[in-house]
């Protein structure tokens, strides 16, 4: 699994270095010139291939009652989040942390891997693993890094009560078990990937994500991290999981930091050694990404594949974009343009990360930058993140949008954190299965382009394994109040001759198609209602 071809894209944007402020006084980006062209005109360029789009952009994290089946749209399913740091994968016992009373317990069995036993050693890797592979979709299973895993699954655990964990540590001094010992005291994440690689016979179909949100430990967790794991301790530790994983399985990918967000990216969320190893690192991703790959240098392998960021955005309109309460049209307006702070430099939020360290926006461009400088090849992925308004169309174009931008911006993976409700849902829906009947978006970037900013509109388009006989391209229109007469200008070689629109629009949450639309010199018009996203097949 996993193995793709890393995309050529066009050149991004150069970034300088710049410093955090705690002020607003930076000046707005300047607005490229805009083409002058009446209208909205589209143009797609199917000759002009970009490179293979990653089938696991469209993921989910493991959730309450996920089936598995292929009626999911999900292609990578990632078991992780808060409850994953206490995991323990002999006894399927986990820890909620500050989410739940401290509680350890059998809610990963009980209600997140289906055809689990809570008894059987081992048998939430199993289910997960075979249920993922036996459904097509690529498992991303969590590994845990902290100090400590939960002994039993008891309940809440007091504050200083170490008899209630066992020891955490990378790599067994001796042979692996195919049962694991349950009363040595300590567990071994070499044997839980010796176990997956080859009791469940899972040897290179299994990525592993190391630990979650490591950078709020000590909040989430403080029962086994009573303080702020330095920057240090922590790429130690990385290091060390991430070469007794690859010394088990050396085809397995691994993903790393997992940070929680913005903050982390920074500075570790102000660790305690952040000023002492900062030096000329612009943040801390900087640090992590070189660390990592002089190690990976010395080992002769890479150590850490995929370089995985949750992205929980901070934008605003009366209220944080991604909260239930976000459902103002100031936040529905809002919720509409915040994708574009993943790529676009004319854009700028309203959030505290603007006003404080507008020169890390956008954040693809920037992450990119320090991928190429500290570790080149090393990928990029998103295994958490969110935009809120799954039950309003604002919804469905935000996460078509983020979608379509992981796609063109060579984003790896990508898993959606929590259900995308029935408008959210609709967004996947449309690049994995707009027809009802398993038809997808394409695989192969194509080049594409508007002739406006993306205020009020967006494109993307692909085709289908490298052949532009079937042309796909996604477009929105982000207005609330007016129809957008899309000009479709397709710029090829081959001449194509009728267009279908599969497509949602506000207050009907469900896809609806179009009757066909007959393509002259492949040229055609399409009228986009306010508050619409759709998905125009072109076939020659």
């Not at 305690?272 to 240098?297: C, M, T």
């Not at 929590?418 to 394409?442: C, F, H, K, Q, V």
């Amino acid at each position: 699994m996993h193995r793709f071809h890393k995309l050529i894209l066009p050149s991004l944007i150069m970034l300088t270095a710049c410093s955090d402020s705690n002020s607003e006084s930076g000046q707005e980006p300047e607005v490229p010139p805009l083409v002058e062209e009446s209208g909205f005109v589209y143009t797609l360029k199917p000759d002009k291939k970009v490179g293979e789009i990653s089938p696991y952009i469209y993921g989910m994290n493991l959730r309450k009652e996920f089936s598995h089946t292929s009626a999911d749209y999900s292609t990578l399913v990632r078991l992780g989040g808060n409850r994953l740091t206490g995991y323990n994968w002999e006894n399927n016992a986990s820890n909620a942390g500050s989410d739940w009373h401290h509680s350890s317990d059998s809610h990963i069995p009980n209600q997140m891997v289906k055809g689990s036993d809570t008894n059987v050693p081992g048998s939430v890797a199993s289910a997960f693993v075979s249920n993922c592979l036996d459904n097509g979709q690529a498992p991303l299973f969590t590994i845990p890094m902290c100090y400590y895993v939960a002994a039993d699954k008891k309940g809440e655990v007091a504050e200083g009560d170490m008899s209630r964990w066992l020891q955490n540590k990378p790599v067994k001094p001796s042979a692996f078990s195919q049962v694991p010992d349950l009363t040595d005291g300590v567990v071994y994440a070499d044997e839980c990937i010796n176990f997956i690689a080859n009791v469940c016979g899972a040897k290179g179909r299994v990525a592993y994500s190391l630990d979650n949100e490591p950078d709020l430990w000590q909040s989430t967790h403080p029962r086994i991290c009573q303080t702020h794991i330095s920057c240090k301790d922590f790429l130690d530790r990385t290091i060390d999981y991430a070469k007794a994983i690859k010394n088990v399985d050396s085809e397995a990918e691994i993903y790393g930091f997992a940070s929680f967000g913005y903050s982390g990216y920074s500075t570790f969320s102000s660790a305690p050694d952040w000023n002492s190893v900062k030096g000329n690192y612009r943040w801390f991703i900087d640090y992590y990404l070189d660390r990592v790959q002089k190690a990976s240098d010395l080992h002769g392998a890479r150590l850490v594949n995929v370089l995985d960021l949750h992205w929980y955005p901070e934008a605003k309109g009366d209220n944080r974009i991604n909260q239930s309460t976000a459902n103002t049209d100031k936040d529905r307006k809002a919720r509409l343009q915040a994708p574009r702070s993943l790529w676009d430099e004319s854009y700028r939020e309203d959030s505290w990360i603007a006003q404080q360290s507008n020169c890390k926006l956008p954040l693809i461009p920037n992450v990119r930058q320090s991928i190429d400088r500290y570790a080149p090849g090393t990928k990029l992925a998103f295994t958490e993140f969110n935009y809120g308004g799954y039950e309003d169309i604002t919804g469905t174009i935000a996460l078509a949008e983020v979608l379509g931008i992981f796609g063109k911006y060579d984003v790896y993976a990508a898993c959606h954190w929590g259900d995308p409700g029935t408008y959210g849902n609709l967004a996947y829906r449309l690049y994995r299965d707009y027809d009802g009947a398993g038809s997808r978006y394409g695989d192969t970037l194509v080049e594409s382009s508007l002739n406006k900013t993306w205020v009020n509109s967006s494109v993307f388009a692909s085709v289908e394994d490298g052949n532009g006989a079937r042309l796909h391209a996604v477009v929105s229109n982000k207005s609330f109040e007016e129809t957008i007469e899309a000009k479709i200008r397709i710029d090829s070689g081959r001449e194509y001759r009728e267009a279908e629109v599969y497509y949602v629009t506000d207050g009907m949450a469900r896809i609806q198609k179009s009757s066909k639309i007959e393509i002259k010199n492949n040229r055609f018009t399409y009228s986009l209602p306010p508050l619409s996203v759709a998905h125009i097949v072109i076939t020659h």
